[in-house]
């Protein structure tokens, strides 16, 4: 199988692979516990936390081990929340992940203000100063790439505008990270992070919290994570995801050239192939691993399934928006209709696709195309049916 669907989940890498069974093998004990073996898993854990500081470019004590980023969002929003005035905001851009969404919706009960998106998905830092002047926002969130689009929100220049306003900053970095430098993304107040996105375990990720917000906690308890995060240490999966994050940052450089020209060739023999196809947040600067693709014709779900029969994986959108009946927010706020929404098929490549595979991916595509047109029976043209 060929396998484009990396925004959903990576392959564990092998570093991580090697990282977790060593520590699943010999480092098993509770970090908590009294003796020296379980001491030594502490130590371990520690020089996790050290490394994953120094790749991230943070302190290590402002890093908290978490369950993903679906509860590292989560729990920097209700944390705001928990601490907010009745009247206080929440500010955020209409294309984060639903985690986000979600989570501040029901967090500030419906007190959240959007920041406007261009027509690629970029949220517009010019309306921000004005924003945070007129409203009384507690908390700002804008992710660093978006998992449907691959489009980079500019979160440096966002980051700068909240220090002028003294607004925390939370950034969901779950696409970002392993995909492209870490550059100052360690200087964010908040800054969540997914160890499944770069290689790593799944049910496995990081909070950067601000040291300026010292009483941040999200599960209370057996005050493990110095009593931020309570839970038993999953140390063998922060193990691998240290190595994965390490190993994932080796290769960004070589990734970003080769595969960013693989992915342009790739659109542009599927603009040569197909008639009137478009890709979304195409003329902003995107991740190099993604084309979001809106195709001319036929349901995405028929494409992706018909893809899938060829050998290809590939998504209509997000993997969380799989199954749902709404179309997907992100490109609604792109201004794409629901009926154009529909016909969207995400492909995202890995660190190491082949050159084969994106040709294949491309043959598939044609492939499928063909199958969804139809000689005509009365007038001899050809047309795409309904599928
Ligand atoms: N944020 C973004 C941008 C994502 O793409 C995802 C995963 O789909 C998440 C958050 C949720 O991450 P996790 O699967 O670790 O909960």
Redesign the pocket.
């Known amino acids: 199988m060929h396998y484009f669907d990396f925004?959903?989940t990576t392959p564990l890498s092998p570093a991580a692979e090697a990282a977790w069974r060593q520590a699943s093998s010999e480092h098993w004990h509770n970090p908590s516990s009294p003796y020296r073996a379980a001491a030594r898993v502490r130590n371990l854990l520690e020089a996790c936390r050290e490394k994953m500081a120094s790749l991230l470019r943070c302190e290590a004590e402002n890093l908290v081990f978490t369950s993903?980023?679906?509860?590292g969002?989560n729990s920097v929003i209700n944390y705001f929340a928990a601490k907010a005035e009745p009247r206080a905001e929440m500010l955020l851009s209409p294309v984060e992940?639903p985690?986000v969404l979600e989570s501040a919706r029901a967090a500030f009960a419906g007190r959240m203000e959007f920041l406007p998106v261009n027509g690629e998905g970029v949220v517009e830092v010019s309306k921000l100063p004005a924003l945070l002047k007129s409203r009384s926002v507690v908390l700002v969130s804008v992710?660093a790439a978006n998992?449907e689009t691959g489009v980079l929100q500019p979160w440096t220049e966002v980051q700068e505008v909240c220090r002028q306003h003294g607004v925390p900053f939370h950034c969901?970095a779950?696409?970002w990270l392993g995909k492209l430098p870490a550059r100052s993304l360690g200087e964010c107040d908040f800054l969540t992070g997914?160890a499944?996105?770069f290689g790593g375990p799944k049910g496995t990720?990081f909070v950067k919290i601000s040291e300026t917000h010292n009483d941040f906690t999200s599960l209370r308890g057996g005050s493990q994570e110095a009593g931020r995060r309570s839970g038993t240490e999953n140390y063998p999966a922060i193990a691998a995801m240290a190595a994965a994050l390490e190993d994932t940052i080796s290769k960004i450089e070589t990734a970003q050239s080769v595969q960013g020209s693989l992915r342009d060739a790739f659109e542009n023999g599927l603009a040569g192939a197909l008639p009137e196809v478009r890709f979304i947040g195409r003329e902003a600067p995107r991740l190099w691993n993604t084309t979001s693709i809106l195709l001319p014709a036929g349901k995405n779900t028929r494409w992706v399934l018909q893809l899938d029969k060829l050998g290809f994986a590939v998504s209509t959108g997000?993997?969380?928006a799989t199954g749902k009946d709404s179309p997907s927010h992100v490109l609604a706020a792109l201004g794409l209709s629901p009926e154009q929404i529909n016909r969207v098929v995400r492909v995202s490549a890995g660190w190491e696709t082949s050159e084969a595979s994106w040709e294949a991916l491309m043959d598939g595509f044609r492939q499928v195309w063909q199958n969804l047109k139809t000689p005509s029976t009365h007038s001899g043209e050809t047309h795409v049916i309904s599928i």
């Not at 993903?68 to 509860?71: L, N």
Request: hydrophobic share 20%; net charge negative.
């Open positions: 925004n959903a993903g980023a679906t509860e969002n992940h985690c992710m998992n969901d779950s696409q997914s499944h996105k990720g997000s993997a969380c």
